[in-house]
């Protein structure tokens, strides 16, 4: 019986201890059994440390970072040297996994030219609700163009070939706060094929504190600066659906606009829009009250 390979699992924590054990607890209890934890804890002040060092596992290895760091992509890229396997997945201490989430993805592997594979996932609302991510088919192959125009991959259910991530010219862009995972995924899609679990495998906590939903200006601004360094990149510059990414921020912008500014600065943006189903989106809201807008206003 041939070995499995062994999977790196990267958590990034700060100040985690809330969620940390119910991570850790959807890792050890998996299927799938050869497996590492990357456990790096950016100076942490709350008790994630105890947590994690309760456990008695030779796999879970356990790194301090020498100083705090405000970018979760460099303090990954510093976990990323720490890596010992031939997969490398990626899980927030504020998600979980499902038991059979390893056993599912890893023999999709078994194509040389895949180079990431993630699945569908569940939403974990603050009500202890769930919603599913999509109810549409998930693409797999060479589909940079479809996540252009969907970009349906999440962090919780990603797991990348070692060999395609150094395949890259770098690892996480450390200039980037919240949208590190979606660059990563697009570089790799540019390259490599991508494959997928119909069904969902992980969990995703909404629960408020979240750092893309309390810094939408700062995701913004950071896929604006995307799309113009894409632009003069000839792989994707040469592709149509790149405007889509356009349309997104523009989109963003202008829900964020009604919802902070008055009515002419927000009329102002939504008349500049494109016309699409999603202009017909922020007319409305221009019309609604700002609690009406905040359940409409997802791209």
Request: aromatic share 12%; charged share 25%.
């Amino acid at each position: 019986m041939l070995k499995q390979p062994l999977v790196s699992i990267i958590i990034n924590c700060f100040n985690g201890e809330e969620y940390l054990r119910e991570a850790l607890e959807s890792v050890i209890t998996q299927t799938y059994k050869n497996w590492e934890i990357i456990f790096w804890d950016n100076q942490s002040t709350d008790t994630s440390a105890q947590i994690f060092k309760s456990y008695q596992d030779s796999r879970l290895k356990y790194y301090l970072a020498p100083s705090h760091t405000q970018i979760l992509y460099e303090a990954r890229n510093y976990a990323l040297k720490k890596v010992t396997g031939d997969f490398i997945a990626l899980l927030d201490v504020d998600d979980y996994w499902l038991p059979d989430k390893l056993e599912k993805q890893i023999p999709l592997f078994n194509d040389p030219k895949v180079g990431l594979v993630y699945g569908n996932l569940w939403y974990l609302l603050k009500n202890k609700k769930k919603k599913i991510l999509t109810k549409k088919t998930l693409p797999t192959g060479m589909i940079l163009e479809e996540l252009l125009c969907d970009y349906v991959v999440r962090s919780a259910t990603m797991i990348i070939r070692k060999k395609s991530l150094e395949s890259l010219k770098y690892y996480f862009n450390d200039r980037f706060h919240i949208i590190g995972d979606f660059d990563l995924s697009l570089r790799l899609a540019a390259k490599c094929k991508l494959n997928c679990v119909q069904s969902p495998i992980a969990f995703m906590r909404i629960h408020g504190k979240n750092e893309s939903l309390l810094n939408k200006n700062m995701e913004i601004h950071e896929m604006k600066n995307w799309y113009n360094e894409m632009k003069k990149n000839s792989t994707f510059s040469s592709l149509n659906s790149l405007n889509q990414i356009k349309k997104k921020f523009l989109y963003l912008e202008a829900m964020e606009t009604i919802l902070r500014e008055g009515f002419r600065k927000s009329f102002f943006k939504v008349v500049q829009y494109p016309l699409c189903f999603n202009k017909l989106k922020l007319i409305i809201a221009l019309l609604l009250p700002k609690f009406a807008v905040k359940k409409i206003k997802n791209y």
